[in-house]
């Protein structure tokens, strides 16, 4: 009963990091879930989806009150990986498990050196000078929206495969295709939106959900999902793109790295 009580403030501490950071949260969810209440993974899983709906929601409406969501990529991105989630939903009849994550693991691995790369020629091939201007919002091109709808494609696929967030390739994606870090968490957690609907539905009509846990986690990581995206406008915004494109790279490495020896 105790540790029920305790589902808002954990709730709210993963969805204030989802906020800031750009994450669905599903692997936060599914470990608190499992670890921390024991609860088969079939229920888990799309406990933790209906608990990521009303925290990307927030978190979106709150990012794009303050222009942090771009809105072109972020549409094509999210195609993408409604398609990807239904593909990665069949391929589970086809791939095994473990070749899966391996595979995805590599991926990851490889999107995490290119963005490494990227970073590295900003900061020395391109150095720019003490008082250059926030970065622009990159623009819409064809080669563009395709890219970023290949990368929701991967996100989907790997939602749908394995049971979990497709936080990495999104986040990868969106930085490689040159986003400010404000809108890569604004984006992302648009597109996290409608891959957790759209998994959420695929899982609906078993039962396999466990209501209450819902209400009381989603009770605070409502809150940190609002609350969170207004902290992003007391940062500097050349000062949060040196604070959170480490975390971003980390991020894609560290589950690349789980991935490949889990």
Do not use: C, N
Request: without cysteine; proline residues 6%; positive net charge.
């Amino acid at each position: 009963m105790v540790a029920l009580l305790l589902l808002p403030l954990a709730g709210f501490l993963i969805g204030a990091l989802v906020a800031l950071l750009g994450g669905g949260g599903g692997i936060f969810y599914v470990a608190l879930l499992t670890a921390g209440f024991g609860m088969p993974l079939e229920i888990a899983v799309p406990t933790s989806l209906a608990t990521i709906v009303p925290t990307t929601l927030v978190a979106a409406y709150a990012h794009h009150r303050r222009g942090h969501v771009h809105w072109p990529i972020g549409r094509w991105m999210a195609g993408g990986g409604v398609i990807g989630a239904l593909l990665g939903a069949w391929l589970t009849t086809v791939i095994p498990e473990p070749v899966a994550r391996k595979g995805f693991a590599l991926f990851l691995l490889v999107m995490g050196f290119f963005m490494l790369r990227a970073r590295w020629r900003r900061r020395h091939v391109h150095a720019a000078p003490a008082r250059e201007p926030a970065p622009h919002s990159p623009r819409s091109t064809p080669g563009r929206d395709a890219l970023a709808a290949g990368f929701g494609l991967l996100g989907g696929v790997m939602a749908g495969l394995l049971g979990i967030s497709g936080t990495p390739p999104i986040l990868a994606g969106l930085q490689l295709l040159g986003l400010r870090a404000a809108e890569i968490a604004g984006t992302s957690v648009f597109v996290l939106l409608v891959l957790a609907l759209a998994g959420f539905a695929g899982h609906l009509h078993l039962g396999h959900v466990d209501w209450l846990r819902v209400l009381l986690l989603g009770v605070g990581t409502t809150a940190g999902a609002f609350i969170a995206p207004h902290l992003l406008g007391l940062i500097d915004e050349r000062r949060m793109e040196r604070l959170f494109t480490p975390i971003f790279l980390l991020m894609v490495l560290g589950f690349g790295v789980y991935l490949l020896i889990a």
